[in-house]
């Protein structure tokens, strides 16, 4: 079984179009995230969301937003795409509650290619 | 600001010999640090968390430090294996919520036959 799956796998697109990334985890943990690695391997928080509670990283620009449909859900829309958001995106969730930290566990990633 | 440094952006061992990863924060003391390790075309998978009460944790081969005085973590394997060959990645959380995970860069490790 899958623990944390996003689609798609790979979305090639072109400047200016709309995308969503949808990610579904079967853990049933409270807190899903968004994060986004670069060309350069880094990998950078964007969203973390919990029960209704978003934390947007700072950097992050407005042209993204999470949604969340239910607690398994967190998908990540993207308007006007532009060359930069270029990256593979992965979402990854964590339990939350009982006194933590606790670890995130990890989708496979969604490679953005943006022309 | 915050940094996370994570030593040489590769490293290459032998196998069975003792690997040694790096990680170096500045300005900040966090309550736990995470060891996590990603394969190409994979997401990071959790493999240690350490909290600042502890001074070493261990796991099979796998052993992480802690030295909050020098702001540092060692992350050991030892007995390396070439399965072991991937990116290493610490991590820390700043904003004191466990929900905000700061990633240091990697270091890509290759342990040859």
């Known amino acids: 079984d899958t623990a944390v799956s996003q689609t798609p796998k790979y979305l090639v697109t072109q400047m200016g179009n709309d995308k969503s990334i949808k990610c579904e985890q079967n853990?049933?943990?409270?807190?899903m995230y968004w994060y986004k690695q670069d060309s350069k391997k880094f990998l950078k928080i964007m969203f973390s969301?919990?029960?209704?509670?978003?934390?947007i990283n700072e950097t992050v620009p407005n042209r993204f937003s999470p949604k969340s449909p239910d607690k398994a859900h967190l998908n990540l829309h993207i308007n006007s795409l532009e060359l930069g958001d270029s990256a593979v995106y992965f979402c990854a969730s964590s339990q939350d509650t009982g006194g933590g930290p606790y670890e995130q566990y990890f989708g496979p990633g969604t490679r953005l290619t943006v022309t | 600001s915050q940094k996370i440094e994570q030593n040489s952006e590769a490293l290459n061992i032998q196998e069975g010999k003792t690997a040694t990863l790096t990680c170096n924060y500045t300005n900040y003391s966090p309550a736990y640090l995470q060891w996590y390790r990603q394969d190409p075309g994979r997401g990071p998978v959790f493999l240690l968390l350490i909290r600042e009460n502890e001074k070493e944790k261990r796991k099979e081969r796998l052993k992480v430090t802690f030295d909050t005085t020098l702001k540092q973590s060692l992350f050991h394997i030892t007995a390396s294996q070439p399965a072991d060959s991937a990116t290493y990645l610490c991590a820390l959380d700043l904003s004191g919520s466990a929900r905000q995970l700061t990633f240091g860069s990697g270091t890509q490790l290759t342990v040859l036959p």
């Open positions: 969301y919990n029960n209704k509670e978003l934390i």
């Open positions: 853990l049933g943990h409270d807190t």
